[in-house]
């Protein structure tokens, strides 16, 4: 199939999969298509691949990653592992259900590092622009070689949207936060706590930055830690230092001012109001328009472009379900682009969205979400012949972290599983997660931590 040409923009989690989903079909003896994939950064793994920066990278592109050091995975791993590369064949040994960033990156990258991936990906090349022509059916992409300073353009058949969507902050308006005297910034350019010790800090948001930032500072020494909710609060049992509280109104200097009447005085405001899907580089009618949700309207099996189906967009939706969910995608994606999957017409696909959609509208509790969310890759499991695991276990693990979570925000993460994969049951980590400061690699893969030596 060296004829079709497939560009991938984006070398995340989903554009890898992507790659990964094309290399599994070459082994089984299949003819793959040319694949480009291109990466406006000096690395892969997307949002995994750290910066100290925040702002703009060197090439004066915006920075892409929101994580953060010490940032610890907010699911247990088994809801996430791959199922064609397990933890184990990665790590040779049992390791906790709850990894920091830097393990599950080391993860990522085990599986991608066995194959010759990397010569498909352009890195330091952003996708500026792309155009469709109806007649052609083709695909151009105009491209920045960074490094080279050069633009050129690329013409494709296919085309993977893996651009991600928590990079582009949502930054509502507070009114007197431009006098606000501190540090104000978005969850998305916060780089770890440390600077945040001693100081009375107030978090706008309520899902998960808002959490997770928030007990980030609290572990961190954090004097205390207000987190401030539009619709609902996160409503666990929060430790002394750090509580809920309604939306806040305005700012008068130091001093917010919340709904409920009260008022207080902060050091620092990090909003943690979510982000946009941005996609620059798309012009209106071939771009998704959606909010953070589990069904974005338009996309066939939450895949596929309705308007222009050969426009695939991967990883588009909220997340319970992450890495496996990309891989599912990624597979059904790759069948479709070689002929091995046909998509109905239309109209046909419009229903199909629609029901997805009357289902999503229907749900209530977190518990419902993580039922659909399933539902939907059992789907996809079903129609392309990615490994299968057993996805009702995985659901169950993801109740139970539910209410891990809300027994004890602070305890949660010391909690082990046991995978679908392998049977394995995870390793309990050698230090309690509110006792380990260090999120090292290195320190986290000692077998007997030597605490007082460490130290
Ligand atoms: P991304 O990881 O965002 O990757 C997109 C890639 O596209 C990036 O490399 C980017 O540089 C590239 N790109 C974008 N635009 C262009 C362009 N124009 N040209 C070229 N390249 C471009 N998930 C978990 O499973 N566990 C967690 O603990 C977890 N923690 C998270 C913490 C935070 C703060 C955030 C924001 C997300 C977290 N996630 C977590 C969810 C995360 O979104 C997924 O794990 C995963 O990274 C999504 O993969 P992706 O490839 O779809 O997108
Ligand atoms: P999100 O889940 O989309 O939540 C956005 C939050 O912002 C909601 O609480 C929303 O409130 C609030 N909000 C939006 N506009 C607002 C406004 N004008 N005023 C007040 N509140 C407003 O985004 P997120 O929390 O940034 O999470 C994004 C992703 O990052 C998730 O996939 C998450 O798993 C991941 N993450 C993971 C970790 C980790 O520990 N590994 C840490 C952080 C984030 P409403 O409910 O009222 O809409
Ligand atoms: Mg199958």
């Known amino acids: 199939m060296k004829n079709t040409r497939i560009g991938i923009i984006g070398a995340g989690p989903s554009g890898l999969a992507q790659l990964r989903a094309f290399e599994a079909a070459e082994k089984k003896g299949f003819d793959v298509p040319e694949i ?13 691949n750290y910066s100290w920066r925040t702002g703009v990278g060197k090439y004066g592109e915006p920075i892409h990653s929101s994580m953060y050091k010490y940032l610890w995975s907010n699911g247990p791993k088994e809801c996430l592992e791959f199922s064609d590369y397990s933890f184990d064949e990665h790590f040779k040994k049992p390791i906790s259900s709850y990894p920091p960033r830097p393990v599950l990156f080391d993860y ?5 590092n066995k194959s010759n991936a990397k010569d498909f990906i352009r890195f330091n090349t952003t996708a500026r622009w792309v155009s469709f022509d109806e007649d052609t059916k083709k695909f151009t ?73 928030g007990i980030q500072c609290h572990k961190h020494g954090a004097e205390s830690v207000t987190l401030s909710y539009r619709s609902s609060p996160i409503g666990v049992d929060w430790p002394e230092g750090v509580k809920e509280v309604p939306l806040l109104t305005h700012f008068d200097g130091e001093t917010a001012h919340f709904k409920d009447g009260h008022s207080e005085n902060f050091d620092a405001v990090i909003l943690c109001t979510g982000y946009q899907h941005k996609f620059p580089f798309l012009p209106d009618e071939l771009r998704l328009k959606t909010t953070n949700n589990l069904y974005p309207d338009n996309l066939y ?72 969310q ?21 659901a169950a693990m993801f109740k139970e972290w539910l209410n891990d979570k809300s027994e004890n925000i602070l305890t949660y993460r010391d909690k082990t599983f046991k995978s679908v994969v392998t049977g394995t049951v995870a390793a309990e980590h050698h230090t309690e997660w509110m006792d380990e400061l260090d999120d090292s690699k290195e320190r986290y893969l000692i077998r007997e931590a030597k605490e007082k030596e460490l130290s």
């Open 301 to 372: 099996k939450g895949i596929f472009f309705n308007e222009v189906p050969q426009l695939i967009y991967l990883g588009m939706q909220d997340q319970y379900y992450t890495f496996n969910m990309f891989d599912t995608q990624a597979w059904l994606a790759r069948d479709y682009m070689m002929n091995r999957f046909e998509i109905p017409n239309k109209e046909e696909r419009r229903k199909d969205i629609d029901s997805w959609l009357e289902k999503n509208d229907k749900l209530k509790s977190s518990v419902d979400h993580v039922d659909f």
């Open 141 to 213: 992409i105009i491209l920045d070689d960074l490094k080279n300073d050069k633009t050129y353009s690329e013409e494709f058949d296919y085309l993977i949207i893996a651009s991600g969507h928590f990079s582009t902050p949502n930054m509502p308006h507070f009114k007197g936060i431009e006098n606000f005297p501190g540090n104000v910034m978005h969850a998305h350019d916060f780089r770890g706590a440390d600077q945040f010790k001693d100081q009375n800090i107030l978090l706008i948001g309520s899902s998960y930055s808002a959490e997770d930032i």
């Open 374 to 394: 399933t539902d939907y890759i059992q789907e996809l499991i079903n129609l392309s012949d990615y490994p299968d695991f057993d996805l009702n276990k995985v």
């Open 36 to 48: 480009v994939c291109f990466e406006k950064q000096e690395n892969w793994g997307g949002m995994w």
């Open 108 to 112: 990522i990258q085990g599986r991608i």
